[in-house]
């Protein structure tokens, strides 16, 4: 297992490298079993959109101010999937989150009912502040926000 420093410091190394020609990120999933209640905390708490849905199974998340902006986004998507239960035994963060103010960002967290692992901190001397939560069906989040220039 990998511990929560080195689990940031992993996640800070991937930011300083280059993707190989054409490898981009396509997207990154989560589960619940409540998939709609899901996708209301990643809307309220981060702010994205709903920009496809199959069903009651699977939903497709981007950033936007509206809809049509989300689904013009070429980012790469957050996909939420229906999975039987909501007991996780991995504690890995699986979706990392650019951000510009931590302080604002947690409190959206913990108002639209996540929690944090840990409080926010600055890594070593980097000045990046790491921040690490967890969504109301239990999946872990890493967000990282860089330091002012």
């Known amino acids: ?5 080195k689990m940031g410091l992993c996640a800070l190394l991937l930011v300083g490298v280059s993707a190989q020609a054409g490898v ?3 997207s990154a999933r989560v589960g619940a079993v409540d998939v709609a209640a899901l996708e209301k905390f990643y809307e309220t708490a981060f702010g994205m959109q709903e920009v496809q849905k199959i069903g009651t199974m ?6 936007g101010d509206s ?3 989300a689904k013009a986004n070429p980012g790469a998507q957050l996909v939420i999937m229906h999975r039987d239960s909501d007991e996780q035994k991995d504690t890995m ?3 990392i989150f650019n951000v510009t103010d931590m302080t604002a960002t947690v409190a959206a967290i913990t108002a639209a009912g996540g929690k944090m692992d840990r409080a926010p901190f600055v890594f070593g001397t980097t000045g990046v502040t790491i921040g690490l939560g967890v969504d109301p069906a239990g999946n872990h989040f890493e ?3 860089q330091p002012k220039r």
Do not use: D, R, Y
């Open 1 to 5: 297992m990998i511990s929560k420093g």
């Open 24 to 26: 981009t990120l396509n």
């Open 58 to 63: 699977e939903v497709m998340l981007n950033f």
């Open 67 to 69: 809809v049509a902006t």
């Open 93 to 95: 963060a699986h979706v």
């Open 143 to 145: 967000m990282l926000q």
